[in-house]
């Protein structure tokens, strides 16, 4: 439903010139006694334009009435401004004259334009809303309001008048007039069965498989998984599941989370018909246009399993045999954990075979493809826009299979599931009911098919809304593949540059292939990059575009290839004829490298050793060292250094670094330090000598004195 708040249109500019005008005018009357009044409106701030009313219509169940009955229009107004929204009166007219196709009726809903006049259904007063608040008026429609119309799609329309916003004072009242528009669909007892498709998927936030926190979360009460579900439960919706899920589900083994398990429990006993989508909602149209032979699948799941989180088994291996006659002893029973393989990881249970649900860019060529790809009786999902606009579900291309999906009917009834507001999607849903009902009339009598676009962010009130709107129940999809088709011809353009993206990333995928040798278990790299470029190729956005997914991932592609490395260096100085020169390695992936860092010099002066081999462990850089000898006693040489993987493989191309050779300072030093040790010894020995000569002196002075003392005075006797 629409809305036209017309407080910024034309009559709302009308309404402020008039203000305005009304304020000069005073003031040029009054004078100067006018001007506080003048000041004290320059100080009301003007309304908010952001700030509006909306204004919402609906007629019917979810916009559809049988013909010749009584009903009633569900106005709501939504006050989305700052003050209350005083009582008003809304009027709600239909346009007699039919608007005949899909483009009408966008154009409607779009433009608000539509041939004829309208007349009016009825009127009632609306409450007061507060701010930030909305109420509901109903409108009743008698039986001789609609008794004249015929089976058709009719446009609807609502218009608020009398309700305004602000204070009593003329200066701050703003009017909220505003319309919504939507419109009525006029159809006996429907008698085609309408069946709607609903993808399933969920892409986790690494881009590989979803962990056990983002499972308990998406599976949780409130969670987006569980919603998928809600929405579902009880109606003839057919599930187009990613088989990525239960994958992820099954790999935790004991460690999945209990929410996440009853969630898989759940969607194995829904009675919903159900097909696998590829892995990851991978897209079959963009491989079969890159000329690949069969569609691309997971390398492996088994680095995703933890043996510690599966039961063990006891198996008793095979005997040898001894090659006599004498029987080989028999072994011993061992327990090993039961891990599952890839395809019970990817099971679906009870899912229809033989099912492609590409984007809708595909041509002939693409569904030969298809066929190559699952064999006979493969059949694939399209929209009407790429066969002509036929509506019938069931069709044949050729010698191709097809089920067609109303594209209009699709896009509207997408919205709807996307609309979190609940007055919102009336207008979505009477607009998937007017496309239907004109994919109806196209295709009298024939099944319909409606597929919703992928989107992870359903509510489930408003999916339940959105499918329980058109599907019938004991819709059978089985039944309408065997129904009779319908023959058109498939004419829709390819993406732009779909077919080259994929060779890049397959091409991408093969450097990562070599550069992978590195590692203990190369597919703990190359089976994450398999399913990411699988997510890549998605149908699904994910809130980017095709070309933008592959500019990403190329780019972590680039960063994959330079995690390992040697970083750059300053000059090293070499202060000796030989010594170890520490050379940095870099390794930024989560799992141990083996690599083999080779070093030749530029000049024949220095001499080092080739090549070592050395492991760096996840998530660290380490100082590898390089014995080197000089054979000069000073210059600058430059040491070239490179990675390589144990088996060859070139991991970081030729480094340079500069080895400043200082090798006669050696000699120097040495002579220094002998020079300061003969210095130092020469300084001992001086000391001793003074000191010694210096204690004979003292000594000889005391004996001096001591004989002198002990001789008898010259004069003196007794």
């Known amino acids: 439903m629409s809305v036209t708040p017309l407080e910024t249109g034309f009559r709302a500019r009308l309404h402020r010139l008039a203000r305005t005008t009304g304020i000069l005018a005073i003031a040029l009357t009054l004078g100067a006694s006018a001007v506080p009044s003048a000041a004290t409106a320059a100080e009301t701030p003007p309304p908010d334009d952001a700030s509006t009313v909306e204004l919402h219509v609906s007629a019917g169940l979810h916009g559809t009435v049988a013909p010749g009955s009584s009903t009633s229009t569900l106005v709501t107004v939504r006050n989305e401004t700052g003050s209350e929204l005083s009582a008003g009166r809304v009027h709600v007219e239909i346009n007699p004259t039919p608007l005949v196709d899909a483009d009408a009726v966008d154009a409607w809903l779009d433009d608000e334009t539509a041939p004829g006049s309208f007349t009016e259904l009825g009127s009632e007063s609306t409450d007061p809303v507060e701010a930030d608040g909305s109420a509901t008026t109903s409108v009743d429609v008698p039986s001789t309001a609609l008794g004249d119309l015929g089976p058709g799609v009719y446009a609807l329309r609502a218009e608020l008048t009398g309700a305004t916003t602000g204070g009593p004072s003329a200066d701050d009242e703003v009017d909220r007039d505003a319309t919504a528009t939507s419109v009525v669909v006029v159809r006996p007892t429907r008698t085609e069965p309408v069946g709607v498709l609903v993808p399933i998927t969920a892409t986790p936030a690494d881009g590989v498989l979803l ?337 933008e997914r592959v500019v990403a991932h190329r780019a972590l592609t680039a960063a994959t290839l330079a995690s390992v490395s040697i970083p750059p260096s300053s000059t090293i100085q070499l202060l000796t004829a030989n010594a170890d020169l520490p050379i940095r390695v870099r390794n930024d992936l989560p799992w141990p490298v083996t690599v083999r860092l080779t070093a030749s010099p530029s000049d024949p002066r220095l001499e080092v050793k080739p090549m070592i081999e050395t492991v760096v462990q996840p998530y660290s850089t380490i100082r590898v060292k390089v014995p080197v000898s000089a054979r000069v006693g000073s210059g600058e040489v430059d040491l070239r250094l490179s990675l390589y993987s144990p088996s060859g493989v070139v991991i970081q191309s030729e480094q340079t670094v500069r080895v400043a050779v200082r090798a006669e300072w050696e000699g120097i030093g040495l002579g220094i330090f002998g020079g300061l040790i003969v210095l130092l010894i020469g300084l001992g020995v001086v000391r001793t000598v003074r000191r010694k000569r210096l204690e004979a002196a003292v000594a000889g002075a005391a004996d001096a004195a001591a004989l002198e003392a002990a001789e008898p005075k010259d004069g003196r006797g007794e």
């Open 211 to 547: 962990t056990a926190d983002e499972l308990a979360a998406l599976t949780g009460a409130e969670g987006a998984l569980t919603a998928q579900l809600d929405g579902v439960a009880g109606t003839t919706a057919v599930l187009a599941v990613d088989p990525s899920i239960p994958a992820a589900i099954r790999a935790l083994g004991t460690a999945a989370p209990e929410q996440a398990t009853a969630w898989l429990t759940r969607l194995d006993a829904l009675p919903n018909a159900r097909f696998a989508l590829q892995f990851g909602d991978a897209d079959a149209a963009v491989q079969a246009q890159a000329g690949l032979t069969g569609l691309l699948q997971p390398l492996t799941l088994a680095p995703y399993l933890t043996a510690t989180n599966f039961p063990l088994v006891r198996v008793t291996p095979e005997p040898t045999d001894a090659g006599d006659e004498t029987p080989a002893p028999t072994p011993a029973p061992t327990e090993v954990p039961a891990l599952p393989d890839d395809d019970e990881l990817t099971a679906l249970d009870g899912a229809l075979p033989g099912l492609l649900w590409p984007r809708g860019e595909i041509g002939p060529d693409d569904l030969a493809a298809f066929e190559t790809y699952l064999g006979d009786g493969t059949t694939t999902v399209v929209p009407s826009s790429s066969v002509g606009g036929q509506s019938s579900a069931h069709a044949v291309a050729g010698d191709h299979d097809l089920l067609v999906t109303d594209a209009s009917t699709s896009a509207a009834l997408s919205d709807a599931a996307a609309e979190t507001d609940s007055a919102a999607r009336e207008r979505l849903l009477a607009a998937a009911a007017a496309h239907l009902f004109l994919a109806g009339s196209r295709a009298p009598g024939a099944p319909l098919l409606v597929g919703l676009d992928r989107d992870e962010t359903r509510s489930s009130a408003a999916l339940r809304d959105a499918v329980s709107a058109v599907d019938s129940p004991g819709f059978d999809l089985s039944l309408v593949r065997d129904a009779a088709p319908a023959p058109v011809a498939v004419s829709s353009e390819p993406l732009p540059t779909g077919a080259l993206d994929v060779a890049n990333l397959l091409a991408d995928e093969q450097t990562l292939v070599a550069f992978s040798s590195i590692l203990t278990d190369p597919q703990v790299l190359l089976a994450s990059e398999r399913i990411r470029i699988l997510r890549t190729i998605a149908v699904g956005s994910s809130g980017q575009t095709f070309a």
